[in-house]
């Protein structure tokens, strides 16, 4: 895979951990190496082509992407065993007569010509706006300035309404790894106007700031609540509840949900016992220690980092588990700990969204 370390580029690798696939970089421009890219790619059943160019001069951005695919075709063609599938991940700006557009049309028929020459499939995916969790502000992506913004007390505004066609960058990478046919995109994708989805990220803003979950009974709902957590993580993490006791006991609440499905479980934990270790792509999810102690620890995939909360039910916390970020509780008492567990949808064991990983 080209473009490893972008925004698509992690959303994809996230995607392939699902299926238990590592991936293997393959470095362009500046970083080329033919020896080392015909190395990387030989054998393989898919390379997936992310890296471009859509910031820069006119050249910058149109030579740029012809520069990296004919550095991948240059691979392609030189591999003992060439990839079996040559996926694009392209754009629907191709042909807009933008030098971008050039550019990534141009990359297109160079990719092409090295799949059928070395009797490959070629997988050419036009893909519109994309947007999704940690994707990077005031650069190419509405949806991500909104958010950090909403997120830091900031006030967007619109400044040029328009349509916009928009998927979430997870099934921009079902596209890309063959989870999902090509011929899905036109499913995946939805239509909004940059006023509408800002009025919608400000109420999905709104809810949340008071502990609540907004109402994400759509898809594109639910992708947007995630696409925002990931800006509010960890400056909004935990979640203070409100404790209520007197000689009866003790009540609080532990979730209130605007809207959608959700299903409610509850476990006991013995001392020194870890639950979790696993990611959910698209599942939200939340922790609530009702008695007893423990620690709650979270990593984004692919990196070091670890965040780790030390949670009572003396003192109860709602934390929310961020997309694509493992996470475990651990019991840190002497005593049994008792944790809620609430998530938006209903397990389903055919597909979980449940993948196992250590923090």
Known sequence: MT?????????????????????????????FALDQARTSIDGADRLIHIAGVNRGTDDETREGNVLFATQVADAVRSAER???????????????????????????????????????????I??????????RPFYNAVTATFCHLLANGGDPKVEVDRELTLLHAQDAADLLTGARDESSLDDLVAHETVTGLLARLERISATYSTGDIPDIASDFDRNLFNTYRSYTFDTQTPIRLTRHADARGSFFEVVRSHGGTGQSSFSTTGPGVTRGDHFHRRKVERFTVLAGKGTISLRRLFTDQVHAFDVSGDEPVAIDMPTMWAHNIVNTGEDSLYTSFWANDIFNPEAPDTIPEVV
């Open 82 to 124: 060439p990839p079996r599938n040559i996926v694009y991940a392209n754009s629907t700006q191709a042909r807009n007569g933008t030098p971008y557009g050039e550019g990534k049309a141009r990359a297109a028929g160079i990719l092409a010509d090295a799949a059928s020459a070395v009797g490959a499939k070629f997988i050419d």
């Open 126 to 135: 036009p893909l519109p706006n994309l947007y999704g969790e940690h994707g």
């Open 3 to 31: 473009g490893t370390e972008g925004f698509l580029g992690w959303h994809t690798r996230c995607a392939l951990r699902e299926q238990g696939v590592d991936t293997t970089r393959v470095a362009v421009g500046d970083g």
